[in-house]
């Protein structure tokens, strides 16, 4: 049995960090959002006396071992339910990596649904469980859409997006992790303690609403990663979206990738075009 799943890159058009947390976490407040740039995992499974994953990609460079989130996910599924069984995934990767926007965690999240559609033995509670076991954006995109995230990312209140909206997403070649923004946000925030921050996390609800009815989020797009990650590509990338119309632009997740919110598909393409030619990645997308 073989099952094919799309894996959507997320961007985020509201994150704040509101503290941080004893087991060395932070809680954040963010408004997520699916758009068209995915991934493709082709998935199958046969019955066997023991349990082997084999994962290929298009990517030569990309792990196939249990340092993957696709793998682990696999790995995850089947222990929790006991399973034994050869399944094959082939990962079809077009999300650039480490750039901000999730592709690892919804690799893993499109791998526990492809499973579950296969063996059909967790129900959505238990998916989502394992999920956020797994990492912190993946519960996020295994329901995917639009909406607020709490707590570590783990925590969903799902909204439903009122009308079309039309992207630009473009990578430089300089990176930052993960842990590196979050050290640098802890350095200059006093890791949150003792009110050295205020989060803006009352505009969230402005945000959903305005999502919900069909509105312009354009003026209060946030992401306070932007106030410690100093790359070169982004403030470019930005100045290029700027000159072509792009209503806002914003880093998304802890970066480097950037995306703009254009009227129309056709001024977004023209964007791409220029930020190519600039020697960028980019991307036309769309909300999902």
Do not use: W
Request: aromatic residues 8%.
């Amino acid at each position: 049995m073989t099952f094919i799943e799309k894996a959507y890159a997320k961007i985020n058009l509201f994150l704040d960090v509101i503290g941080r947390r004893k087991d060395g976490f932070h809680d954040i407040k963010s408004v997520m959002q699916s758009v068209s740039l995915c991934d493709t995992l082709t998935v199958s499974a046969e019955k066997a006396d023991r349990v082997e994953i084999i994962l290929t990609s298009n990517i030569n460079s990309l792990p196939t071992n249990n340092t993957n989130l696709v793998y682990r996910s696999a790995l995850a599924y089947m222990s929790k339910f006991s399973i034994l069984a050869k399944v094959d995934i082939y990962l079809e990767k077009n999300i650039p990596i480490g750039a901000g926007l999730g592709g690892g965690s919804s690799d893993a999240a499109a791998t526990l649904r492809a499973i579950n559609k296969i063996f059909g033995l967790a129900s959505e509670a238990e998916l989502i469980e394992l999920a956020a076991e797994i990492g912190s954006d993946v519960p996020f995109c295994l329901i995917g859409g639009s909406a607020i995230c709490t707590g570590r990312g783990e925590r969903i209140e799902k909204l439903k997006v009122g009308s079309l909206m039309h992207f630009v997403i473009a990578i430089g070649d300089d990176r930052i992790s993960t842990p590196e923004a979050y050290g640098r946000l802890d350095e200059k925030y006093g890791a949150f303690a003792d009110g050295k921050y205020k989060s803006r996390e009352e505009t969230i609800n402005i945000i959903a609403a305005r999502i919900e009815n069909g509105g312009n989020v354009s003026d209060l797009l946030y992401n306070i990663f932007e106030s410690v990650t100093e790359l070169e590509s982004i403030d470019k990338i930005k100045e290029i979206m700027a000159k072509n119309g792009a209503e806002s632009c914003l880093m998304s997740g802890s970066g480097p990738a950037v995306f703009g919110i254009f009227k129309n598909s056709s001024d977004a393409k023209i964007t791409q075009a220029m930020l190519t030619e600039a020697g960028f990645t980019a991307f036309v997308c769309h909300t999902v």
